[in-house]
Structure formats: C-alpha cells, structure tokens
C-alpha cells in the first residue's frame, strides 16, 4: 500500500498543488492538519486539493477548527475516529495537543485528557494521523523545548499502528522515531512516501 502524506501547508499553494499532482500514484493521502494559517486562507487551499476525493483522509490543525475544516472540504477530516480505507484502518485527532502556551492567535488546541477520551475506544490500527506529535518524537520546539502529547504516546503504544503520521512542530519537520515498533514521522510540507 502506498501512502502519500504531508501537513503543515499554510496556505502553501504550491506545495498543495504538488500533492495533487503526486496522488495518483498513492493508494492513499493522509494530510495531517494546519491548511489555513491563522484561520485564514482555508477555503482557497481546500479548494486546491478538492480532486484529491476518496484517497484523501484528513485531521485538522491547530491553525483551522474541526467545523472550520468539515464546512470547508468534501474530503474525509477525522477527529476522535477511524475508517477503513483502501484496506487500511485509520485512526485521526487533530488539534494542538496540549495547548499551545504562547500561541499570538486563538489556536485550536485539545487538552491532554480531551485526546485520551477521543483515543480510548480504538485498541488497534495501521495507521495514526494526528496533528500533534507523541511526547519524545519529533516534537523538540526551538523555545519551548519537548512540547509532544503523553496521550497521543500512549495512544501509539497501545496501538502499535505501523505508521504514526503527524506535523505541527515545525522545528521537526523530517523527524523520524519509533514507539515499539511503529515508525512515528513529522511529516512537513514536503512529499513523504510510505509503503504499509
């Protein structure tokens, strides 16, 4: 199964332009939040990446609410659920989690104990796409330091999917870890491929 995702767009025009046109050689898109910036600019970029349809499975970011996201896009935003797509079960939560402590805007943002009760019910899946990444991966802020969420950790351990799909720490876009035995990736704007 091949698997195509990315997060953090930010209005990016021309990164969502790219994924568009890398798609139809992915069984699946995972797009793990933060399309608008500040709230802005999200009906522009979701409008870019409309033809992306059924293969595309989303989260929102902190930049964009869950009601924002839904109203704004066809596609598939998940938070606080699964689905099973292209064989694959995928269980997303967007949000930042935990808040954000210095965010200049009105950020989006899930407590600890709000994503632990969204996560409770699923014991298993192949992939885990977030917005936020696990505490201890991917998640070192420049000022801020290892600002990752316990919850969405322990979430990973439990579950064990193959992959744990994520973003939102721009300091570590690239960055790749395990927990157990799942590859856990901060995806970035940037084309990530995987194969699951």
């Known amino acids: 199964m091949k698997i195509l ?3 953090d767009l930010h209005c990016d025009h021309d990164a969502a332009r790219a994924i568009v046109d890398a798609a139809p050689a992915a069984d699946l898109v995972l797009l793990a939040g933060d399309f608008a910036n500040a709230h ?17 499975i989303l989260v929102p970011g902190n930049n ?5 996201l ?16 292209a064989g694959l079960i995928v269980v997303g939560l967007g949000g930042g989690i935990p808040p954000l402590p210095d965010a200049d805007f009105a950020s989006w943002d899930i407590e600890e104990a709000e994503a632990e009760r969204l996560l409770a019910p699923y014991d298993t899946c192949d992939v885990l796409l977030t917005h936020s990444p696990p505490k201890g991966v991917g998640d070192r802020h420049s000022r801020a330091g290892s600002i990752g969420s316990e919850a969405l950790r322990e979430a990973a351990e439990r579950m064990q999917p193959g992959l744990m799909a994520f973003g939102h720490v721009h300091d570590c876009w690239g960055a ?21």
């Not at 964009?64 to 924002?68: C, G, K, N, P, T």
């Not at 927990?179 to 970035?188: D, E, K, M, V």
């Open 5 to 7: 995702a990315a997060s």
């Open 40 to 56: 802005e600019g999200l009906a522009e970029i979701m409008a870019i990446l409309a033809p992306l349809g059924e293969k595309a």
């Open 64 to 68: 964009e609410s869950l009601e924002a």
């Open 70 to 85: 839904r109203a704004a896009t066809d596609l598939t935003v998940l938070h606080g659920q699964e689905i099973e797509r």
């Open 176 to 196: 790749e870890g395990t927990i157990g035995t799942s590859l856990c990736r901060n995806l970035g704007p940037g084309l990530y491929w995987a194969d699951l």
